[in-house]
């Protein structure tokens, strides 16, 4: 019988040490030299709130879960339904199965079957591995199914710079632009050029400021948040990601929870890009597609 969060798998490579779940491909905790570099949860716990779930086929939400796809209008099942939204895909809840494993890494695999509101199959790799550089997730994509399948792909870690929460940390980002969303659904709008509160390319604390927007036109592909002691972590992430998702986790509902972790998350496409269509993937039939990201301690 395994743990609620599936099978474990637990990788090590000098100082870094990560835990693994199967349920979700999700990294459930990564530490170096025992500090925390991801907020994490207990083996034997429901991961709560997709804290570090591989999502897909899309990251963050499709608005209404109605999209239309080669003609066709598909309705997704509303898995926000405070929002009226169908978030972060649909392999979050798959238990994914061991392909490989090693003392410093995994790969896992589930497929994502032809379902109402994704009639679409597509086989879904993800490999974790450590080494001097932090952590590595890469995540592939196989259309295995007859017909053009939409894709996008992101993770979903909840950062920790070190001592404190969210507002004690100093936050440096090169993007340029911010998705600008309606405060209560967090519905996308318009694609503006960030203003003064979400300018973040001279390094500076993040403070009271409340962010849950993906931003882009980055000089270049990191983000790094740092502690007032100077311990940190970085995020990085290839071409395929275009975009960036910051949450700053604010938990008005459990304040012991509130903004213990920023929420960092490289995706290969924005927010409800299933229905504006921009960066989303199209996989042709026996077609292929990967993208991947790094989280290192400073």
Not at 120 to 134: I, K, P, R, S, T
Not at 171 to 178: G, K, M, N, Q
Request: net charge negative; glycine share 8%; charged share 20%.
């Amino acid at each position: 019988m395994t743990s609620l969060s599936g099978r474990q798998y637990e990788l090590s490579s000098g100082p870094y040490r990560a835990a693994i779940a199967s349920v979700g491909a999700s990294l459930r905790a990564l530490t170096v030299d025992g500090r925390d570099l991801v907020v994490p949860y207990d083996a034997d716990e429901v991961r709560p709130v997709y804290r570090g779930a591989t999502l897909a086929p899309w990251p963050n939400r499709v608005v209404e879960g109605r999209y239309a796809f080669g003609g066709v209008l598909h309705e997704l099942a509303l898995t926000e339904p405070k929002r009226g939204h169908a978030l972060h895909g649909l392999v979050a809840w798959l238990d994914f199965a061991e392909v490989a494993v090693a003392a410093d890494s995994v790969v896992l695999a589930a497929s994502i079957v032809p379902q109402a509101g994704y009639p679409f199959a597509v086989d879904v790799l993800v490999a974790y591995e450590l080494d001097a550089d932090g952590l590595h997730e890469t995540v592939t994509a196989t259309n295995v199914g007859p017909s053009p399948a939409p894709w996008g792909t992101g993770p979903h870690p909840y950062l920790v710079a070190g001592d404190g929460r969210v507002d004690d940390w100093t936050l440096e980002s090169s993007a340029t632009r911010v998705l600008q969303v309606t405060d209560d659904r967090l519905i996308p709008v318009s694609l503006d050029p960030v203003p003064p509160a979400f300018d973040f390319r001279s390094p500076r604390p993040i403070g009271d400021t409340f962010i849950d927007h993906a931003f882009t036109g980055f000089a270049s592909r990191s983000v790094t948040i740092t502690a007032p002691n100077g311990t940190g972590v970085r995020v990085t992430w290839d071409e395929a990601c275009g975009w960036l998702q910051v949450h700053t986790a604010d938990r008005p509902d459990a304040p012991e929870l509130s903004r213990i972790g920023l929420a960092v998350e490289p995706m290969t496409c924005p927010p409800d890009a299933f229905n504006s269509g921009t960066d989303v993937v199209v996989l042709a039939p026996a077609a292929s597609t990967s993208a991947g990201w790094t989280i290192a301690a400073l």
